[in-house]
């Protein structure tokens, strides 16, 4: 099993950014695909982001396109999230995740271990 803790969260303006990382301790999480999803008051938890173990392979959910950028360092165990141009709805609170697969994927029943979350709050 792969412990993943998530920081960088925090509350910011609209407009604003945010860099949120993840770091993975225990079970390397090579080579599997990594996935960032956020949940917001009241909602479904939703995929965000997806990366492919090689980082060659990225997704990303329609909302987010073009504002946000997954990457990820293997020889660091990390994966980030830069998010910029950041909107009132972004406000959630936002998980790491590994696959079970090597592949970027959207489908959360194909991520097993999660973090603890970190929370965004973006102001209007």
């Known amino acids: 099993q792969v412990q993943l803790v998530e920081s960088g969260g925090g509350l910011v303006q609209a407009g604003g950014s945010l860099r949120l990382s993840c770091v993975a301790s225990g079970r390397t999480f090579s080579p599997y695909a990594m996935g960032w999803f956020r949940r917001a008051p009241g909602k479904e938890r939703e995929f965000v982001a997806s990366?492919?173990?090689?980082?060659?392979?990225?997704s990303y959910a329609d909302p987010v396109k073009g504002r946000f950028t997954i990457s990820r360092d293997n020889a660091k165990n990390t994966v980030n999230l830069q998010m910029n141009s950041l909107k009132p709805e972004d406000t959630a609170v936002y998980y790491c995740?590994?696959?079970?697969?090597?592949?970027?994927?959207?489908?959360?029943?194909?991520?097993?271990?999660w973090g603890q979350g970190t929370q965004v709050t973006v102001s209007s």
């Open positions: 990366i492919s173990w090689r980082g060659a392979t990225t």
């Open positions: 995740a590994r696959s079970t697969s090597q592949f970027a994927t959207m489908t959360r029943d194909s991520y097993y271990d």
